[in-house]
């Protein structure tokens, strides 16, 4: 994550990092624990807007619509069957299709609400996920 950090900000991106507090409180109020990849994801690297993506994080106000705690509690309000250890992760744009990152399993997971089989290619790291559609795109 270290890599991938200096690379974000070797291109001019900003980061919004978060401190343990908010990663404490978040965890409360989204009611599941975030697992060591995702809480070094948001200590690192947090909420990121860069290129024309968007990933959902920390360390920026509750009420803005890249925080993590507001976006997911939201996904799970419209979809109450998510399972509670999945956080929004990234948007796809159109308010219908997301990568959810799962805590009980340290995986990204692909999250279309119209349910219908849709081939994606689902990156196995959250840097991965980042590189490739911040740096590939």
Do not use: W
């Not at 994550?1 to 908010?22: F, P, R, W």
């Not at 975030?34 to 200590?43: A, D, I, P, W």
């Not at 509750?62 to 999945?86: D, G, H, K, Q, W």
Request: hydrophobic share 35%; proline share 4%.
């Amino acid at each position: 994550m270290c890599d991938l950090k200096n690379k974000l900000l070797t291109e001019g991106i900003s980061l919004h990092t978060a401190n343990q507090a908010e990663i404490d409180s978040a965890e409360q109020k989204l009611g599941c624990s975030f697992s060591v990849e995702y809480k070094t994801f948001l200590v690192n690297i947090g909420a990121i807007s860069a290129n024309g993506e968007e990933f959902y994080g920390l360390g920026i106000p509750e009420n803005s619509y890249l925080n993590v705690i507001s976006a997911t509690l939201a996904l799970r309000r419209e979809f109450p069957e998510l399972p509670i250890e999945c956080v929004v992760l990234y948007s796809f744009g159109d308010g219908h299709q997301y990568y959810l990152y799962d805590n009980k399993h340290s995986n990204i997971l692909y999250f279309n609400e119209f349910k219908f089989p849709e081939d994606k290619e689902i990156p196995d790291s959250l840097n991965k996920l980042i590189e490739n559609l911040i740096f590939m795109n």
